[in-house]
């Protein structure tokens, strides 16, 4: 089966020209077409009033039987406190080898942390965990390499600290499960 496009749905209040800015990144690590569009969902469904967050089990499910198609790799992108049951908060999960991940800029910006406002400190941390959590979707695991977009990140700080590409072995590894999804 050949990927057509990436899918970028953004859910709730972005500013309009922010998904822009991480499009053609996007599209040469994967190389492959990126599209973006709005999707509207009632987030109340997900909210967990006990936790004041919303539950990224749910909604990773939401996305992946309601907009995830077979041919693209989707991710749906909020602006709101993402939690699983094991930890305090995520920025983002895919399905590992799937065809869908979510990814939050909730907890991306400085003024989260009371710090001054920054935007690109902003776009280039939306670029990473959108590009992090799509490498998950084509089977990609985290990578020990602490410069590599691959590695985990618990905190914003482990973000900032990695480039916004994959590694060499990374890259290698895509490929090959590239190939391997071409030829099924």
Known sequence: MNLENITLISFGYFEKDLLDLIIEDVEREF???VITREGHLDLSEFYDPARRQYDGNRLIREIDLGYALDTNKTLGLF???LFIPILTYIFGQAFLGGRA???S???LSNESYGLKADKKVFV???RKEVIHELGHTFGLI???NSTC???SSTY???IDQKDSILCHQCRTDLKSLQLATVEH
Request: glycine fraction near 4%.
């Open 31 to 33: 190389l492959l077409p």
């Open 156 to 158: 914003v700080e482990d």
């Open 124 to 126: 280039d941390r939306i």
């Open 149 to 151: 977009v691959m590695r």
């Open 101 to 103: 991940g979510i990814a």
């Open 142 to 144: 985290h990578c020990r």
């Open 105 to 107: 800029i909730y907890r």
């Open 79 to 81: 602006n709101v406190d």
